[in-house]
Antibody, heavy 123, light 107 residues
Framework: QVQLVQSGAEVKKPGASVKVSCKAS????????INWVRQATGQGFEWLGW????????YYPRKFKGRVTISMNTSISTAFMELSSLRPDDTGVYYC????????????????WGQGTMVSVSS | EIVMTQSPATLSVSPGERATLSCRAS??????LAWYQQKPGQAPRLLIY???TRATGLPARFSGSGSGTEFTLTITSLQSEDFALYYC?????????FGQGTKVEIK
């Protein structure tokens, strides 16, 4: 069964960092890009970036460049997303998602979603 | 970035009836449009990609259509498990962007 399993909920103070993990199973991890998407409380979905497990290439949108870092440990089929300088409006659910295409950097639908990790930022 | 606009925000439908959801893009996305279903406390689930291709295992009562800037998700004969939130997402130009969602509720 193809699945992405994320780490548990986090509570952080403003200015801190959070690191969320995403373990893949049921498929060859290196074949597909992993993207991260968030659903901030009361807001829509925002894309945070992608990384290719094979090449290590990554890309981040301008809004999050410098604050988001995606990394991977291919030996354990796990992706990580670290968000720094947390603010209260970063509160929401963070998802790792697999892109449907096997082509690196392909923009495509997201066919497999992690269960989501709730990140709460409050003083 | 491409702005996706969904309508209506809420759709009230009786079980067994048809639901028609709309999604409009601020510029052409060709056929690079996906639809997702999200139930409370769950992650979204891919329903349709390429504007009209059903994901594996999706019942035939779900269908997608459209191209360019106008898209439709149709659910014929709504079942109890279909009452949920539905989102569209364009995969034509970076960054990928989502609509704000349509809630399909029981009438």
């Amino acid at each position: 069964q193809v699945q992405l399993v994320q780490s548990g909920a986090e509570v952080k103070k403003p200015g801190a960092s959070v690191k969320v993990s995403c373990k893949a199973s049921g498929y060859t991890f290196s074949t597909y890009d992993i993207n991260w998407v968030r659903q901030a409380t009361g807001q829509g979905f925002e894309w945070l970036g992608w990384m290719n497990p094979n090449s290590g290439n990554a890309y981040y949108p301008r809004k999050f460049k410098g604050r988001v870092t995606i990394s991977m440990n291919t030996s354990i089929s796990t992706a990580f997303m670290e968000l720094s300088s947390l603010r209260p409006d970063d509160t929401g659910v963070y998802y790792c998602v697999r892109v449907r295409s096997v082509v690196e950097a392909a923009l495509d639908a997201f066919d497999i979603w992690g269960q989501g990790t709730m990140v709460s930022v409050s003083s | 970035e491409i702005v996706m606009t969904q309508s209506p925000a809420t759709l009230s439908v009786s079980p067994g009836e048809r639901a028609t959801l709309s999604c409009r893009a601020s510029q052409s996305v060709s056929s690079n449009l996906a639809w997702y279903q999200q139930k409370p406390g769950q992650a979204p689930r891919l329903l349709i990609y390429g504007a009209s291709t059903r994901a594996t295992g999706l019942p035939a009562r779900f269908s997608g259509s459209g191209s360019g800037t106008e898209f439709t998700l149709t659910i014929t004969s709504l079942q109890s498990e279909d009452f949920a939130l539905y989102y569209c997402q364009q995969s034509h130009k970076w960054p990928p962007t989502f609509g704000q969602g349509t809630k399909v509720e029981i009438k």
